[in-house]
T-cell receptor, first 115, second 115 residues
Framework: KQEVTQIPAALSVPEGENLVLNCSFTDSAIYNLQWFRQDPGKGLTSLLLIQSSQREQTSGRLNASLDKSSGRSTLYIAASQPGDSATYLCAMRGRIKAAGNKLTFGGGTRVLVKP | SAVISQKPSRDICQRGTSLTIQCQVDSQVTMMFWYRQQPGQSLTLIATANQGSEATYESGFVIDKFPISRPNLTFSTLTVSNMSPEDSSIYLC????????????FGQGTRLTVV
């Protein structure tokens, strides 16, 4: 059974510092991996999508890397701002057809950026 | 991408009653999903809403408790039946789309409190 883990569960940094969020998964048969942002009580906003054939994706201050061999993905947020405070979730989609290519979510990392 | 409208955004309901949540997508999609996010937890898939056939439920979720309709390729409803305080959660609608790569998009969620 696929498992996705995010450590740490919570993170607090001063404004301007770079954020590094970790996501690990147990099955290397990955189709793609998505990073999401969730504000309190709200839905999920897709940030970055990395296909299994890719090593990284970038969007503005965000950069996500993927290392299939070690089962890890990292989300970097440069020069953090208070508006980056939210919960960040990673979700892995496996290749196995029997699983219906469903998403498996990590527990999330709750980020607080202090002004 | 896909724009998903979910209604209601929040509700407070009496135990023993039922609530129907609506999900409208701005384009035709094959796969629609319903998730539950209990307080402080990550997302758990309830079921896959299939157009023209019964929904496919995940382990631990049953049709009598969470009936789902999918009348066409842009709309679905989830009903939470005979509610108890344990049903207090955020319920999220999601779709898979993308021409080249499968990417998940989410609605803004329905925050349900059962009293």
């Amino acid at each position: 059974k696929q498992e996705v883990t995010q450590i740490p569960a919570a993170l607090s940094v001063p404004e301007g510092e770079n954020l590094v969020l970790n996501c690990s998964f147990t099955d290397s048969a990955i189709y793609n991996l998505q990073w999401f942002r969730q504000d309190p009580g709200k839905g999920l906003t897709s940030l970055l999508l990395i296909q299994s054939s890719q090593r990284e994706q970038t969007s503005g201050r965000l950069n996500a890397s993927l290392d299939k061999s070690s089962g890890r993905s990292t989300l970097y947020i440069a020069a953090s701002q208070p508006g980056d405070s939210a919960t960040y979730l990673c979700a892995m989609r496996g290749r196995i057809k029997a699983a219906g290519n469903k998403l498996t979510f990590g527990g999330g990392t709750r980020v607080l950026v202090k002004p | 991408s896909a724009v998903i409208s979910q209604k209601p955004s929040r509700d407070i309901c009496q135990r023993g009653t039922s609530l129907t949540i609506q999900c409208q997508v701005d384009s035709q999609v094959t796969m629609m999903f319903w998730y539950r996010q209990q307080p402080g937890q990550s997302l758990t898939l309830i079921a896959t809403a299939n157009q023209g056939s019964e929904a496919t439920y995940e382990s631990g979720f049953v049709i009598d408790k969470f009936p789902i309709s999918r009348p066409n390729l842009t709309f679905s409803t989830l009903t939470v039946s005979n509610m108890s305080p344990e049903d207090s959660s955020i319920y999220l609608c999601s779709v898979d789309t993308g021409r080249r790569y499968t990417e998940a998009f989410f609605g803004q969620g329905t925050r349900l409190t059962v009293v």
